[in-house]
């Protein structure tokens, strides 16, 4: 998480569940809507979940990659009858997604304690 991303998160009294992804996995908030959207539509294609977020393809598939490299997006290969194959993508579960988040949030608050107590002004 970067400074201004925790200042945002600790600023923010009552975050949403978009606003603490975004924030503790260093995503953006297009990239957190189509983890959502492929938790109500799991299995989605890059182009069928372009469509339902009105964005460009080459736009989702960055998004996809970029959640697939958080562990929050699986991506399976299907192959089509007519011949050739498609990617299907589907959310980590939410529970999963939550366990995740309190993972990197308790790292994050112990890196925190690690800096007040290892803090010595006479070694500044």
């Avoid at 945002?8 to 809507?33: A, I, K, N």
């Avoid at 959310?91 to 608050?109: G, M, Q």
Wanted: charged share 35%; with cysteine; aromatic share 8%.
């Amino acid at each position: 998480m970067s400074d201004s991303e925790i200042e945002d998160l600790v600023g923010d009294t009552s975050p949403s569940f978009e606003h603490v992804l975004s924030c503790v996995f260093g995503v953006r908030d297009h990239e957190s809507r189509a983890y959502l959207e492929l938790l109500e539509y799991p299995g989605s294609t890059v182009a069928e979940l372009a469509d339902a977020l009105d964005r460009d393809r080459s736009n989702v598939n960055r998004s996809l990659s970029t959640l697939r490299e958080k562990g929050l997006v699986e991506r399976r290969r299907r192959l089509l009858d007519s011949g050739g194959y498609v990617y299907q993508y589907t959310a980590i579960p939410v529970p999963e997604a939550k366990r995740r988040l309190h993972d990197a949030l308790d790292e994050w608050v112990a890196d925190v304690h690690d800096a007040i107590d290892g803090f010595d002004p006479d070694e500044r």
